[in-house]
């Protein structure tokens, strides 16, 4: 785990503990023990600690905080190997590559130099899954670097790239990309060094004069961007102890706070999800494929087919990439309107440093524009990205199937439609998959892949590498009715317009769930994204319907013997899109304006419509919108288990949190039921399936029935799923 071997009188430790090098009782064990080494070895003067593979050291290994921790041959705590590093008489060079985070960073501080690549990168991420830094981080980075940069890299968990951790004197140098020979000569030149001033626990905290201003300037911070999250307010606490305390008290109240958290349902929640994220790409469909038995087909060229508000997020998603993309649109105005989209978002982000000019230059150098197919006879994939209208996609996807090369896979963005009847389209159903990106679409890191019947495993495995080249979460899901998210999702909605339609009023229910987590509410983002795309979803279905015979009346409350409220159709009809209509579920100063109203004709629309209806309304506790809320799109988890149509739950709650601003620190939906108790939210779905045996979201799922009999833990939850299909 830790090697140690001499050249000349430099010792060499270098740890190797792939993947990442985490630090693991063993790792901690093996540092203690060849520092002592070479404290020991009189041939020796001066030590450098570097990491094998990819890393320096990307923290404490997080399996340990939740699971058996090995029991550890050295007394010595992770705090205490890194003080004993730190009184070392020998000069301990830290040569950082790759990244050094959490526990590698403070390991690096106990060092007394730290030199680094240019591209490595060095963070406190502690407070991303819910922890702190333990082991002297949240007292060494405010001496080393000042208290504003040390409590915004704490409280935040961002990484820095070396150049800015050298301005801000958290690394010594920038040295070439030959970190061990770097090291070794660094470590030459400053054997002779004295060490005094280089122990970061014996200097004072810089800064500390702006202490009271930049501690409330930090939890204003944190309450505002991390809402909800108890790490980074206790990250805060252990900072701001750095100036009141002196160092070793300080330390006392670091572990305090550290054991605080570190036993919390949130930080278990974090890690849960933090592994979560990292399973997703490794899909798996039982008895047919898996990640690690099907090759991937490399794309070098893309296409996007529609320059709407997806098709543009979608090609800079790609063109971030850097792979070359050709943009088509149905006409010349549309196709400029969509670049002249992504040259102002490029624009922008060179406004906002994020980019630089040549950068923009080079990425937008990739966008080719068509109007015509013929010019997609080479691309390895085409992402269509039009209106939501089977009609029109089946006739795109023949087109496409004229004129693309045999081998090119063939994906939709679409949000709700049948993968198979699109796919039904072409002669090449194997490689016709759903690649259901998030708004906006080069932003947001969820890419819910969708495969369909006939979906071979080399186009899912094809799709789920280039969702990890783009920096997506790319999860697999079957093919059903809007598929996972947005068939949870439809429950939600449905439940939120019920409570309008019995009393509730829009920012009431939209107050409850954004208590609980959820960045925005429901009404809240239906006026943000529009409600006329719903609307043409369902007039398209309304069609359906009557070309079977049965008339779609505009007031119905119910579709075939199912509750339906009508309220979005009527707001549509008024002309009440949302936002961009300046009014919606809510008014808005003027159209395209982002702060919410509450609008007395919505008030009066709804008492009105109960009236009409003849129904009584009254005052919802805060409670019950809660439970009907949340419930049924959790019960619908179930289902969507049940069906097969999610593999894991796991998949479900990384959806969740990456497509819906779930809150990560309670876990995804599944995690979370799990939390409250299967038991419980079994008998509150029977409850309510009573009260509203019309809406047959309120039926609950047999799966969650038998785990909620079983009270198996989640990872076991997949294995009977498995068993059940
Ligand atoms: C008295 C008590 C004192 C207690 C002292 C507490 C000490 C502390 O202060 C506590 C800590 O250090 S907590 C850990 C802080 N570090 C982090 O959060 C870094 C997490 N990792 C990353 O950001 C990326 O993996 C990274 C940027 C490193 C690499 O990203 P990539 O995209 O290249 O790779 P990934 O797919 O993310 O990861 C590759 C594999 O490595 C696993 N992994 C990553 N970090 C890990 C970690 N810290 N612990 C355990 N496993 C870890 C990851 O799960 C993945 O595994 P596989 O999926 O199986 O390949
Ligand atoms: N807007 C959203 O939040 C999300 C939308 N989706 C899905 O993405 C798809 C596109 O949605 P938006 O981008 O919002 O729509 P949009 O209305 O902004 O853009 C659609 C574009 O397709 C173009 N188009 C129509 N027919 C075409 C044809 N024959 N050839 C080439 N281009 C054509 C239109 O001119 C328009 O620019 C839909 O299937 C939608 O369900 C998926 C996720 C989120």
């Known amino acids: 785990m830790v090697d140690y071997r001499r050249e000349g009188n430099v010792?060499?430790?270098?740890?190797?503990?792939?993947?990442?090098?985490?630090?693991?009782?063993r790792v901690k064990d093996g540092i203690y023990e060849c520092i002592s080494r070479a404290k020991n070895d009189t041939k020796v003067s001066v030590i450098v600690i570097h990491g094998?593979?990819?890393?320096?050291?990307?923290?404490?290994?997080?399996?340990?905080?939740?699971?058996?921790?090995?029991?550890?041959?050295?007394?010595?705590?992770?705090?205490?190997?890194?003080?004993?590093?730190?009184?070392?008489?020998?000069?301990?060079?830290?040569?950082?590559?790759?990244?050094?985070?959490?526990?590698?960073?403070?390991?690096?501080?106990?060092?007394?130099?730290?030199?680094?690549?240019?591209?490595?990168?060095?963070?406190?991420?502690?407070?991303?899954?819910?922890?702190?830094?333990?082991?002297?981080?949240?007292?060494?980075?405010?001496?080393?670097?000042?208290?504003?940069?040390?409590?915004d890299l704490i409280s935040t968990g961002r990484h820095i790239k070396a150049p800015q951790a050298l301005k801000l004197g958290i690394i010594d140098k920038i040295v070439s990309d030959d970190i061990l020979k770097e090291g070794i000569a660094f470590a030459k030149a400053v054997i002779d060094k004295p060490l005094n001033g280089r122990r970061i626990s014996t200097l004072p905290v810089k800064d500390a004069e702006n202490a009271e201003q930049l501690i409330s300037a930090a939890n204003a911070s944190v309450r505002k961007r991390q809402r909800g999250m108890m790490a980074p307010i206790w990250n805060i606490k252990a900072v701001a102890e750095s100036i009141k305390l002196p160092f070793d008290e300080a330390m006392e109240k670091e572990a305090e706070y550290f054991t605080v958290l570190v036993t919390s349902s949130q930080a278990r929640a974090l890690q849960y999800a933090f592994f979560s994220e990292r399973l997703a790409p490794k899909w798996e469909v039982p008895g047919v494929a898996s990640y690690n038995t099907v090759k991937p087909m490399n794309i070098k060229t893309a296409a996007v087919i529609g320059a709407g508000t997806m098709g543009t997020g979608i090609a800079m998603a790609l063109l971030n990439a850097r792979i070359p993309v050709t943009l088509v649109e149905q006409n010349k105005q549309f196709l400029e309107k969509g670049v002249k989209m992504i040259q102002d978002l490029y624009a922008g982000s060179v406004r906002l440093g994020k980019l630089t000019a040549d950068q923009a230059k080079y990425l937008l150098s990739n966008l080719k524009t068509s109007l015509s197919y013929d010019d997609l006879s080479t691309v390895d994939c085409v992402i269509e990205a039009v209106y939501e209208n089977m009609a029109l996609k089946k006739e795109i996807f023949a087109k496409l199937d004229n004129a693309c090369k045999p081998s090119a896979v063939l994906c939709s963005n679409t949000s709700s439609l049948d993968i198979d009847e699109i796919a039904s389209a072409t002669k090449r159903p194997d490689k016709v998959i759903g690649t259901h990106f998030f708004v906006p679409a080069y932003y947001m890191r969820l890419l819910e892949n969708v495969r369909g019947k006939l979906t071979s495993p080399e186009t899912i495995a094809t799709v789920q590498s280039l969702g990890v080249r783009i920096g997506k979460i790319p999860v697999v899901v079957g093919n059903c009715d809007s598929f996972v998210g947005n068939r949870m999702l439809g429950t939600y909605t449905s439940e939120a317009q019920f409570l309008l339609e019995e009393g509730a009023l829009p920012h009431e229910v939209d107050s409850v769930i954004k208590d609980f987590g959820i960045p925005i509410g429901a009404f809240e983002v239906s006026d943000l994204s529009g409600l006329d795309i719903g609307w043409r979803i369902r007039k398209e279905r309304y069609e359906k319907l009557e070309k079977s015979g049965k008339k779609h009346d505009p007031n119905a409350r119910f579709i075939n013997g199912e509750r339906f409220s009508p309220l979005g159709d009527t707001l549509c009809e008024k002309g009440r899109f949302g936002r961009k209509t300046g009014m919606g579920w809510y008014r808005y100063e003027k159209p395209g304006a982002k702060e919410p109203f509450i609008d007395a004709e919505i008030t009066t629309l709804l008492e009105d419509y109960s009236k009409k209806h003849n129904i009584t309304r009254r005052k919802i506790s805060p409670q019950e919108i809660f439970e009907r809320c949340f419930y049924p799109l959790i019960n619908e988890g179930f289902k969507v288990l049940e069906d097969g149509i999610a593999t894991r739950p796991e998949d479900i709650d990384v959806i969740w949190i990456n497509g819906y601003g779930w809150p990560k620190y309670t876990g995804g939906p599944m995690y979370y039921a799990n939390q409250i108790g299967l038991d419980k939210i079994y008998d509150t779905m029977c409850y309510y399936y009573e009260q509203h045996p019309t809406s047959s979201h309120w039926r609950p799922s047999a799966l969650l029935r038998d785990l909620a009999k079983q009270q198996l833990p989640i990872s076991q939850w997949g294995k009977q799923v498995a068993s059940r299909l």
């Open 11 to 25: 010792a060499i430790l270098t740890v190797n503990n792939p993947p990442v090098n985490a630090i693991s009782t």
């Open 52 to 151: 094998h593979g990819k890393h320096f050291i990307a923290g404490a290994d997080i399996h340990g905080f939740s699971g058996q921790r090995e029991s550890s041959k050295v007394v010595a705590t992770l705090p205490e190997v890194i003080a004993f590093m730190e009184a070392s008489n020998k000069p301990i060079v830290a040569a950082i590559h790759g990244t050094a985070l959490g526990g590698g960073l403070e390991i690096a501080m106990g060092c007394h130099y730290r030199i680094a690549t240019k591209s490595a990168r060095v963070g406190q991420p502690e407070v991303l899954i819910g922890i702190l830094p333990g082991a002297g981080g949240t007292q060494r980075l405010p001496r080393l670097c000042g208290l504003g940069p040390a409590l």
